[in-house]
């Protein structure tokens, strides 16, 4: 009787190290960040293909707490661009005159007041506001979004 409880006994001993060892190697790979799904996240940067408004390019500083777009207009007019902003974090963009972009030429925006910190993951929904048009005003007011994913460098 006493063999059959000392053979449990070792069995139960050794798989509770083998588990043991186990949960310390995925605490150590948590707390070191390896299983973030962050750092796996695709950066892309996308507007609504409606608009004829593209983001081609765009780039986050966190020494000075600022978001930039590259905006592509694929329109036959001028696009005139009011504002932009990005929700999380919160990051804007604002001309009462609207700043044109040609017809297939780009613009670099700079949206100001954010609060960046290097290694931060941007997932935010772009809305940027503009018109269509040979000048400022011609057309009415349009509102498209789109998506802004990446991490601050």
């Known amino acids: 009787m006493k063999k059959k409880g000392q053979a449990a006994m070792e069995f139960l001993m050794t798989y509770g190290w083998a588990i043991l060892v186990v949960l310390i190697a995925i605490g150590a790979l948590v707390y070191f960040g390896v299983t973030r799904p962050e750092r796996f996240m695709p950066e892309k940067c996308t ?41 999380d974090p919160a990051c804007t963009y604002t001309n009462a005159e609207g700043t044109q972009i040609s017809s297939d030429a780009h613009t670099d925006f700079t949206l100001g007041d954010c609060t960046l910190e290097s290694g931060q993951s941007i997932k935010g929904t772009i809305t940027l506001s503009f018109d269509v048009g040979s000048t400022a005003g011609d057309g009415l007011t349009r509102t498209t979004s789109g998506q802004l994913s990446m991490i601050v460098p």
């Not at 207009?73 to 504002?83: E, L, M, P, Q």
């Open 47 to 87: 507007l609504s293909t409606g608009s004829g408004l593209f983001c081609e390019e765009f780039t986050a500083s966190s020494g000075e707490d600022e978001v930039t777009l590259r905006i592509r207009n694929v329109n036959i007019d001028n696009a005139f661009v009011y504002s932009i902003e990005i929700d």
